[in-house]
């Protein structure tokens, strides 16, 4: 029976993402240019072999997997503001609060300017007061941020391929579970050489509900799909366990031979349509106005 791999998944500790050693400083040169870098340069293929387990836990196989990766100097950077676009863009920015023009009362004088003592004042809704304005309080805003989706896509393969250290592929075993039982779902964890009490990660392109049922009580899993993929769950887990179709889809959408062209171009056509769709309005509109 094969079993997890004890070290974690983690971008910091991963090899993929340890920056080569720097030079001593007898041997730095300085350049005024800097060699042009290639498209192999850039990016690079990821090859890995994960055992296929069965849902008795024995090998049966094995898979590969050839994704797109970031080269070892640039893969931290990368990666690291994927994570922070998607955190910055989980904001939701509705936090607000009232200044003294906004406050409800305070309209009249509460006591008159002189002869009384007192600091002048002319309104209870000053922010010097309890339940007055506030200065420079919160307002609505928009916190997200773009980010190029080829470089999400990277940064995402990237960790992908850091992990698969750690990484399993499974037989299909929706089928298995005939109603909805965790405990049922906690020995299939143990058989496959999985802690229930450790992070791990089920990324799985149909998720039957007997599976979801059985797996949600368990606060260390997360069960994904390729439309909830994200890349903080893929750094925070620390075991990654497949199946035989998301190893299909992850050669796909994440290998050298990917279909970013293809979405390209199939948006340039939704636009090119959307533009022809505004020119027959407008005829419309002209042959209206002649009438």
């Given at each position: 029976?094969a079993?997890?791999?004890?070290?974690?998944i983690?971008?910091f500790?991963?090899?993929?993402?340890?920056?080569?050693?720097?030079?001593s400083p007898?041997t730095?040169?300085?350049s005024?240019?800097?060699?042009p870098?290639?498209?192999?340069?850039?990016?690079?293929?990821?090859?890995?072999?994960v055992?296929?387990?069965?849902?008795?836990g024995?090998?049966?196989?094995?898979?590969?997997?050839?994704?797109?990766?970031?080269p070892?100097?640039?893969?931290?950077?990368?990666?690291?503001?994927g994570?922070?676009?998607d955190?910055?863009?989980?904001?939701?920015?509705?936090?607000?609060?009232?200044?003294?023009?906004?406050?409800?009362?305070?309209?009249a004088?509460?006591?008159?300017?002189?002869?009384t003592?007192?600091?002048?004042?002319?309104?209870?809704?000053?922010?010097?007061?309890?339940?007055g304005?506030?200065?420079?309080?919160?307002?609505?805003?928009?916190?997200?941020?773009?980010?190029?989706?080829?470089?999400?896509?990277?940064?995402?393969?990237?960790?992908?391929?850091?992990?698969?250290?750690?990484?399993?592929?499974?037989?299909?075993?929706?089928?298995k579970?005939?109603?909805?039982k965790?405990?049922?779902?906690?020995?299939?964890?143990?058989?496959?050489?999985?802690?229930?009490?450790?992070k791990?990660?089920?990324?799985?392109?149909?998720?039957?509900?007997?599976?979801?049922l059985?797996?949600?009580?368990?606060?260390t899993?997360?069960?994904?799909?390729?439309?909830t993929?994200?890349?903080?769950?893929i750094?925070?887990?620390?075991?990654?366990?497949?199946?035989?179709?998301?190893?299909?889809?992850?050669?796909?959408?994440?290998?050298l031979?990917?279909?970013?062209?293809?979405?390209?171009?199939?948006?340039?056509?939704?636009?090119?349509?959307?533009a022809?769709?505004?020119?027959?309005?407008?005829?419309e509109?002209?042959?209206?106005?002649?009438?």
């Amino acid at each position: 029976m094969a079993t997890a791999s004890p070290s974690s998944i983690s971008f910091f500790s991963s090899s993929i993402f340890l920056s080569t050693p720097s030079p001593s400083p007898k041997t730095i040169q300085f350049s005024h240019r800097r060699p042009p870098l290639t498209a192999a340069a850039k990016i690079r293929a990821e090859l890995a072999t994960v055992p296929i387990l069965s849902f008795d836990g024995d090998q049966v196989g094995s898979a590969t997997l050839n994704l797109k990766s970031a080269p070892p100097e640039t893969a931290r950077a990368v990666v690291h503001r994927g994570i922070t676009t998607d955190l910055t863009n989980r904001r939701r920015g509705t936090a607000s609060t009232l200044t003294r023009a906004e406050v409800r009362g305070g309209g009249a004088k509460p006591y008159p300017q002189k002869k009384t003592g007192r600091a002048r004042r002319g309104s209870q809704r000053t922010p010097l007061r309890p339940g007055g304005g506030v200065i420079f309080g919160p307002k609505p805003k928009d916190w997200s941020i773009k980010i190029n989706r080829k470089e999400k896509r990277l940064a995402i393969s990237t960790a992908i391929a850091s992990a698969l250290g750690n990484a399993i592929v499974v037989e299909d075993f929706d089928e298995k579970f005939e109603k909805p039982k965790t405990k049922e779902f906690i020995a299939l964890m143990k058989r496959l050489g999985l802690d229930p009490k450790r992070k791990s990660m089920f990324l799985m392109t149909e998720v039957s509900d007997n599976v979801r049922l059985s797996s949600r009580n368990l606060g260390t899993l997360k069960m994904l799909t390729p439309r909830t993929l994200n890349l903080f769950d893929i750094l925070d887990a620390e075991s990654l366990v497949l199946s035989k179709g998301a190893v299909d889809f992850l050669n796909e959408r994440y290998g050298l031979d990917g279909d970013d062209e293809d979405e390209d171009e199939f948006e340039e056509g939704e636009e090119e349509d959307d533009a022809e769709q505004g020119a027959e309005a407008e005829v419309e509109e002209d042959t209206d106005s002649s009438e």
